[in-house]
């Protein structure tokens, strides 16, 4: 199993319009390291949804649940279909995460601007840890 992050401003589309959904089309992603990682991702591999903007916290987590296939929207790029797992109870921020050591090489820190990243299984297991 592979580890995920997926970001987004929760006034295009929010964690909350995701859970109303129950499963959505992840598409849009417009870069090519962020494309890469959608090629990648597996059924049933999990997902950290993250409130980008002015909340910047992790607040959820989904599951893969269709393989990459070509965007919607431009079928020069590639999306993916995810399902939602669970909120979390308590919200991760960014000021959290940043302040946790072990989670230092994240590369959300490295590269802010990324909008589907990979995590190591120990930086999603402790965010869940931070989250519960």
Known sequence: MNYWMVKSEPSSYSWEDFVAKKEDVWDGVRNYQA???LRAMQLGDLVLFYHSGKDKAVVGIAEVSEENFPDPKDKDWLAVKLKVNSTLKNPVSLQAIKSEDA???MLMLRQSRLSVMSL?????ELILKMGS
């Open 35 to 37: 494309r890469n990682f």
């Open 103 to 105: 989670l230092s090489d």
């Open 120 to 124: 190591e299984k120990a930086e999603f």
